[in-house]
């Protein structure tokens, strides 16, 4: 693979040469947000959705923004364009900066903007035709899960679990109702046709994926339900699945081992991924 071409604070570097302080605050106290969003036919999706919760994530943080969203807009913009990427990711994290190491916020922060590109393919992909397994993990993150940082551990050591157990990935679970997945939004749908997926609040993140794929239901008369659901509900759910700018509608086909459904990915789950692809690439 040719070496990417990486954006460090204004600098647009291969690869190899592009670093960041080991007393950046992102890399000693995970003081860092960031977004992730897809990149289809060369166009990223849904971008400024995602740029507005970037600005939400730093004013939580109260941390300062490295330059407009605009800038930022025109930086990704380039990065895509250097990459010649078609189809993936383009990941962008903002951290409070280097300082002295201190856990009280420094005094004048300069903040640090770093992104780079991932390809992958998302649009097709075998475990979106065959759906994933899932397991289920206890919810162990902190509790402001709707702000978007770089404290990942947790949800590395559950997905982590979940491979080591033979499976694709895990869900959460508080207090016997699924949160969300490791790095997405889950939702079932019941025997009646209905979308269950949890309410917003400071409980998970507030998916752009979730947001544009409720907003099709809502257009189309598809039932939606915002409440928590358990993990016995899971289980006698006709169809269950998850949504991520990575991975867009994707099918979950078992939890624990119990099958969901017929164990196939189901028709509105189906219909659902079709009907985001086409808006995607309009
Ligand atoms: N993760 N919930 C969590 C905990 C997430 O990390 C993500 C996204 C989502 C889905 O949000 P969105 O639809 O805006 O991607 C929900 C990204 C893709 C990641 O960390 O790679």
């Given at each position: 693979?040719?070496?990417r071409?990486?954006?460090?604070?204004?600098?647009?570097?291969?690869?190899?040469?592009?670093?960041i302080?080991?007393?950046?605050?992102?890399?000693?106290?995970?003081?860092?947000?960031?977004?992730?969003a897809?990149?289809?036919?060369?166009k990223?999706?849904?971008?400024?959705?995602?740029?507005?919760?970037?600005?939400?994530?730093?004013?939580e943080?109260?941390?300062?923004a490295?330059?407009?969203?605009?800038?930022?807009?025109a930086?990704?913009?380039?990065?895509?364009?250097?990459?010649?990427?078609?189809?993936?990711l383009?990941?962008?994290?903002?951290?409070?900066?280097?300082?002295?190491?201190?856990?009280?916020?420094?005094?004048?922060?300069?903040?640090?903007?770093?992104?780079?590109?991932?390809?992958?393919?998302?649009?097709?992909?075998?475990?979106?035709?065959?759906?994933?397994s899932?397991?289920?993990?206890?919810?162990?993150?902190?509790?402001?899960?709707?702000?978007?940082?770089?404290?990942?551990?947790?949800?590395?050591?559950?997905?982590?679990?979940?491979?080591?157990?033979?499976?694709d990935?895990?869900?959460?679970?508080?207090?016997?109702?699924?949160?969300e997945?490791?790095s997405?939004?889950?939702?079932i749908?019941?025997?009646?046709?209905?979308?269950?997926?949890?309410?917003?609040?400071?409980?998970?993140?507030?998916?752009i994926?979730?947001?544009?794929?409720?907003?099709?239901?809502?257009?189309?008369?598809?039932?939606?339900?915002?409440r928590?659901?358990?993990?016995?509900?899971?289980?006698?759910?006709?169809?269950?699945?998850?949504?991520?700018?990575?991975?867009?509608?994707?099918?979950?086909?078992?939890?624990d081992?119990?099958t969901?459904?017929?164990g196939?990915?189901?028709?509105?789950?189906?219909?659902?991924?079709?009907l985001y692809?086409?808006?995607a690439?309009?």
């Amino acid at each position: 693979m040719m070496s990417r071409t990486v954006y460090v604070n204004g600098e647009y570097l291969p690869e190899e040469d592009a670093k960041i302080s080991v007393f950046d605050r992102g890399f000693l106290f995970a003081d860092a947000v960031y977004e992730v969003a897809s990149i289809l036919g060369g166009k990223l999706i849904d971008n400024k959705a995602h740029l507005i919760r970037l600005q939400r994530s730093l004013d939580e943080l109260e941390m300062p923004a490295p330059c407009t969203l605009e800038e930022i807009e025109a930086i990704q913009l380039e990065m895509v364009s250097l990459n010649n990427i078609e189809e993936g990711l383009l990941y962008l994290q903002v951290t409070r900066g280097a300082a002295d190491r201190d856990f009280a916020y420094p005094k004048n922060p300069v903040p640090s903007l770093v992104m780079f590109t991932q390809e992958k393919k998302i649009a097709q992909s075998a475990a979106a035709d065959n759906g994933i397994s899932v397991i289920t993990q206890p919810d162990l993150r902190w509790d402001r899960r709707d702000i978007k940082t770089t404290q990942l551990l947790y949800p590395s050591m559950a997905k982590h679990e979940a491979k080591k157990q033979g499976a694709d990935d895990a869900w959460l679970v508080e207090d016997d109702f699924i949160t969300e997945g490791t790095s997405n939004n889950a939702y079932i749908v019941t025997q009646d046709g209905t979308i269950v997926t949890r309410q917003l609040s400071t409980e998970i993140l507030h998916g752009i994926t979730r947001k544009a794929v409720l907003n099709l239901c809502a257009e189309r008369q598809i039932k939606i339900e915002e409440r928590k659901f358990t993990v016995e509900e899971v289980k006698n759910a006709k169809e269950a699945f998850f949504t991520s700018a990575s991975a867009f509608v994707m099918p979950v086909v078992s939890i624990d081992g119990a099958t969901i459904g017929d164990g196939k990915p189901g028709e509105l789950t189906k219909r659902l991924r079709e009907l985001y692809l086409e808006e995607a690439v309009k």
